[in-house]
């Protein structure tokens, strides 16, 4: 099983910005993934910024987001191309990191600042936000 980030790059502040997750060895059962989206600064530990619930019925269409993306950052997923998306706005120098993808069967939704083990990872891809 393999996740692929893809969309990472040089943007101006102001600008924006879409990352695309690409999975695949997940076969049908990728739908049913929790998603979630991760970043981490140079020199800082890593974050989670957004999640999309999928797996537990009593959550599923749920997003999550950290206080630093609300508002301008939105997790969604294409279940036929077995992909999601984080699509990024109002960008700044401080959004500039390397930006993780995960998913996870059955995982535990972020809560009260803390976000759970994802089982899957992809590699990263690098977002710079120039001043």
């Known amino acids: 099983v393999q996740l692929v980030e893809s969309g990472g790059g040089l943007v101006e502040t102001g600008g924006s910005l879409i990352l695309s997750c690409a999975a695949s060895?997940?076969?049908?059962?990728?739908?049913?993934?929790?998603k979630c989206w991760f970043r981490q600064a140079p020199g800082q530990e890593r974050e989670g910024i957004a999640c999309?619930?999928?797996?537990?019925?009593?959550?599923?269409?749920?997003?999550y987001y950290s206080d630093s993306v609300q508002g301008r950052f939105t997790i969604s997923s294409d279940n036929a191309r077995n992909t999601f998306y984080l699509r990024m706005a109002s960008l700044g120098p401080q959004d500039t990191a390397t930006y993780y993808c995960?998913?996870?069967?059955?995982?535990?939704?972020?809560?009260?600042?803390?976000?759970?083990?994802?089982?899957?990872w992809g590699v990263g891809t690098l977002v710079t936000v120039s001043s």
């Open positions: 060895g997940f076969g049908d059962d990728f739908a049913m993934y929790d």
């Open positions: 999309l619930s999928v797996s537990d019925p009593k959550w599923r269409g749920n997003t």
């Open positions: 995960a998913a996870d069967p059955d995982f535990r939704p972020p809560s009260g600042g803390i976000w759970y083990h994802m089982d899957h």
